[in-house]
């Protein structure tokens, strides 16, 4: 064995809470046969995935049994940001899409639409790349509307991005490198893990609805649904907390947003004549259900006409 394999098995052993004890009984049960044969059985049920879809049934009606709606979301694959986090920790960004997260909406503000889109998020995953390296690994979900609009247009693309980058910081207080991002040829780092949405059941109503403003936070949980506050003026008119937008003479804080002379505040914004030529072309498309979610809209705004030229999770 190399002497990277070595090291990467000692990693992977310190990581696990286990007893020497422990560890010697697991090492003489699978010396027999018929422990192995169980084991590979249960592997291959727990991965099959008619069996996987009965036990996130019944572990739905059990929660709801205790006033509890959940959603299981399985994030799509569509395409991998690499950057670090908190100046040396590589990190991956997972941009996801699935059915269950509520549709990008638009409304006509002056002569550019005002874009909401809903995503999710879950905390980071530790991973291994290459090198055999540790690294985080977060998921941004979005509905697959989100995704087809970012493939047609540069702007909704940065939007998109924005949003997973300014999310996944104000939610997990870590600090991001938004300058030097690169875009791995893969579609999805390290394996699809489900998230759960929760909160609290509606007794009229019985079928999981989408994410609302009423997410709990359990120990684990960050679950947030955040609305949009925008105040407008002349310098620097809308603001967003959780959200990225794009408005006309507005100002930016903590959030992405394109606008008519507008300036930046930690975040990447474009100014009018927004052509796709002069668009800067960012490409941007848990071993069980991870309570641990965000929910938030971004927002934009600009002379995006219709469904725009322009814009965020679960191998």
Avoid at 60 to 89: M, Y
Avoid at 242 to 258: F, R
Avoid at 273 to 289: R, Y
Wanted: proline share 4%.
């Amino acid at each position: 064995m190399s002497s990277t394999s070595s090291d990467f098995a000692s990693s992977k052993l310190e990581d696990l809470n286990i007893t020497h004890d422990e560890l010697n009984s697991i090492g003489e049960a699978l010396k027999k046969e018929e422990f192995r044969k169980l084991l590979c059985d249960y592997v291959e049920e727990i991965q099959n995935p008619e069996n996987r879809k009965l036990y996130e049934e019944e572990l739905t009606e059990l929660e709801r049994q205790r006033g509890v709606d959940i959603t299981f979301v399985t994030p799509k694959a569509c395409f991998v940001v690499k950057t670090s986090s908190n100046g040396t920790a590589k990190t991956f960004i997972n941009i996801c899409s699935n059915e269950n997260i509520a549709r990008p909406t638009s409304t006509r503000q002056g002569t550019g639409l005002n874009w909401q889109v809903p995503y999710v998020l879950a905390p980071a995953r530790l991973d291994y790349d290459k090198k055999q390296e540790k690294c985080n690994v977060y998921d941004v979900v979005f509905h697959p509307d989100s995704i087809e609009l970012g493939k047609k247009s540069k702007d909704f693309k940065q939007l998109l991005l924005d949003t997973a980058l300014n999310g996944i910081e104000q939610s997990f207080k870590v600090t991001l490198d938004k300058v030097n991002l690169k875009y791995p040829n893969i579609p999805f780092k390290g394996s699809v893990h489900p998230t759960v949405l929760r909160r609290k059941a509606d007794p009229s109503k019985k079928s999981a609805k989408q994410p609302e403003d009423d997410w709990r936070e359990d120990d684990d949980l960050v679950q947030k649904s955040y609305n949009n506050k925008t105040e407008n003026n002349r310098n620097g008119g809308v603001a967003s907390q959780g959200n990225s937008q794009q408005n006309e003479n507005s100002h930016q804080n903590g959030n992405s947003q394109k606008n008519r002379n507008s300036h930046q505040n930690g975040n990447s914004l474009q100014n009018d004549s927004i052509s796709s030529d002069k668009q800067q072309n960012n490409s941007i498309c848990n071993e069980h259900p991870n309570d641990s979610v965000l929910n938030g809209h971004c927002t934009n705004t600009k002379g995006l006409n219709g469904h725009t030229s322009f814009i965020g999770v679960t191998n």
